[in-house]
């Protein structure tokens, strides 16, 4: 069982950044993709980001530019992937999940509220 433990949402003004951090349980070579997801109200929750365990990365087209997607395995037993959001609109505003696809199967955070707005 892997533990999705995620951190760095919060309210933030437009225009403004925020990083999301995620801390899987797990080896970085179980780990087949890393992904961040979000629901705003009343939506389907949409991709951000995500990358593959070659470090592909791919984004959704309303996030290209802005937000970046990044990971490491400072400790053999945790792998941590970030979002680094820039130039944040109120579009953005949802919830934010870590998903991780490790040992066959997908695992998902807690979820992490972004809130854009002045």
């Known amino acids: 069982q892997v533990q999705l433990v995620e951190s760095g949402g919060g309210l933030v003004q437009p225009g403004g950044s925020l990083r999301l951090s995620c801390a899987a349980s797990?080896?970085?070579?179980?780990?087949?993709?890393m992904g961040w997801y979000r629901q705003a109200p009343g939506e389907q929750r949409e991709l951000v980001a995500s990358?593959?365990?070659?470090?592909?990365?791919?984004?959704?087209d309303s996030v290209k530019g802005r937000f970046t997607i990044s990971r490491d395995n400072a400790e053999n037993t945790m792998t941590t992937v970030y979002l680094q959001m820039n130039s944040l609109r109120p579009e953005d505003t949802a919830v934010y999940y870590c998903?991780?696809?490790?040992?066959?199967?997908?695992?998902w955070g807690q979820g992490t509220q972004v809130t854009v707005s002045s």
């Open positions: 797990t080896s970085i070579f179980s780990i087949y993709a």
């Open positions: 990358i593959n365990s070659g470090g592909k990365t791919n984004y959704a």
């Open positions: 998903q991780v696809d490790a040992w066959g199967n997908n695992y």
